[in-house]
């Protein structure tokens, strides 16, 4: 696509269900990151891909965090027994290259994830 | 290990004020230096990056000079549009020690606000 797609936009829900993200990459985009924006704080790293592989999940807060990319283009993003401190905007971005250079990140808009 | 430190805000100007946000960074090796923009309700924009000491990026009357004797990277603009309202984050990228330059690091962000 022409840009970075994120679903939901919003999602809301309660203390302990299970909820995912979904990210939809610019085509051809080899290397995915997702990030995690509270609020009145920049984005942290959470997880890259590199295809299929996650390449450094050092960023994923806890085992209730987990992230696939099956076909190397769509990820989605699944946090498990959510905890109101999950709270956040997350943030899904693509480039076209990984690891080496400056690399230049196109981000989606966000899914805002409010837990009560 | 990595850090930004930018300019807390909020920051109003009028309409063709000049504007400066600062920026200062932490890091080993040699980062490169980024400065995205926010607009209300977009996702993360690229606005200008320096990959190594004394560029000066440049984009939209946007500048920043990458200064490695003082760790900074100060975005500035000679006479700011009401358009410019936004939150503006400076970040950075730097290799690790298997030369790997993925990772974005980023300062909490400032908002501005340009008033007509």
């Known amino acids: 696509g022409a840009g970075v797609s994120q679903t939901p936009s919003n999602k809301v829900t309660e203390k302990g269900k299970y909820v995912e993200l979904r990210c939809d990459p610019i085509s051809g985009h080899t290397a995915l990151y997702w990030y995690r924006q509270s609020l009145g704080q920049g984005p942290e790293f959470l997880i890259y891909f590199q295809g299929t592989g996650a390449a450094d999940d050092s960023g994923l807060p806890n085992d209730r965090f987990f992230a696939v990319r099956p076909e190397g283009s769509v990820s989605t993003l699944k946090i498990q027994r959510t905890e109101r401190g999950d709270s956040a905007v997350y943030l899904c971005?693509?480039?076209?290259?990984?690891?080496?250079?400056?690399?230049?990140?196109?981000f989606g808009a966000g899914s805002r994830l409010t837990v009560l | 290990g990595n850090s930004v430190t930018q300019m807390e805000g909020p920051v109003t100007l009028s309409e063709e004020a000049f504007l400066t946000i600062n920026c200062t960074y932490t890091a080993t090796g040699y980062p490169s230096l980024f400065w995205y923009v926010q607009y209300p309700g977009e996702g993360l924009q690229l606005l200008l990056k320096a990959t190594k000491a004394d560029d000066k990026g440049s984009n939209k009357g946007f500048e920043a000079t990458y200064r490695k004797e003082t760790t900074s990277f100060h975005l500035e603009k000679g006479s700011v549009q009401v358009s410019d309202s936004a939150v503006y984050f400076c970040?950075?990228?730097?290799?690790?020690?298997?030369?790997?330059?993925?990772?974005?690091?980023f300062g909490k962000g400032t908002l501005l606000t340009v008033n007509p």
């Open positions: 971005a693509s480039s076209s290259v990984g690891g080496s250079g400056a690399n230049v990140l196109t």
């Open positions: 970040a950075l990228s730097a290799p690790d020690s298997g030369g790997s330059n993925y990772k974005l690091t």
